[in-house]
C-alpha cells in the first residue's frame, strides 16, 4: 500500500494510530487494508498539501462518513432493535418479570444502562 500510495510506511502506520485508516488484523497480526484504503490515503495527502493539519483532516472525513450514513439502514436497524425489544418485553412477562424492579434485580448495571440507552434511541 505504501508504494501504491507513494508514501512510507510509517507514515501509514501513524495514520493507522491516528484512526485516518482502518486495517484489518491477520492471525499473524499483520495489517490488511481494502482498495478504499489507497483512495483514502490518496485523499488524505491532497488535503495535506492543501495545508490542512492531521487533526482538521480527521475532522473531514469524519464529516464525510456523517454525510455517507444512509438513513434508510438506520430506519431498519431500529426497526430490528424494536421487534427485539419487544420480544424481550414479552418474554419477560412470560417469565412474570413484567415488575420493573424484579427486571432489575435480573440484570447487571451494564445491561441496564444499555437497554437505557437503546430505548433512547428508540424514542
Known amino acids: 500500500m505504501a508504494e501504491l500510495a507513494n508514501v512510507t ?20 497480526n499483520y495489517r490488511y487494508y481494502d482498495r478504499e484504503s489507497v483512495s483514502r ?41 424494536e421487534l427485539d425489544v419487544s420480544a424481550i418485553v414479552s418474554l419477560l412477562k412470560e417469565k412474570g418479570l413484567h415488575n420493573p424492579d424484579m427486571i432489575k434485580k435480573h440484570l447487571s448495571h451494564e445491561s441496564m444502562s444499555l437497554i437505557q440507552s437503546l430505548l433512547l434511541l428508540l424514542l
Open 9 to 28: 510506511r510509517r507514515t501509514i502506520d501513524h495514520y493507522t494510530r491516528l484512526g485516518l485508516l482502518k486495517a484489518e488484523r491477520s492471525s499473524s
Open 41 to 81: 490515503l490518496h485523499y488524505i495527502e491532497e488535503l495535506k498539501k492543501n495545508h490542512m493539519t492531521l487533526q482538521e483532516i480527521k475532522l473531514k472525513l469524519k464529516e464525510q462518513e456523517i454525510d455517507n450514513v444512509d438513513i434508510q439502514e438506520l430506519k431498519e436497524k431500529i426497526r430490528e432493535l
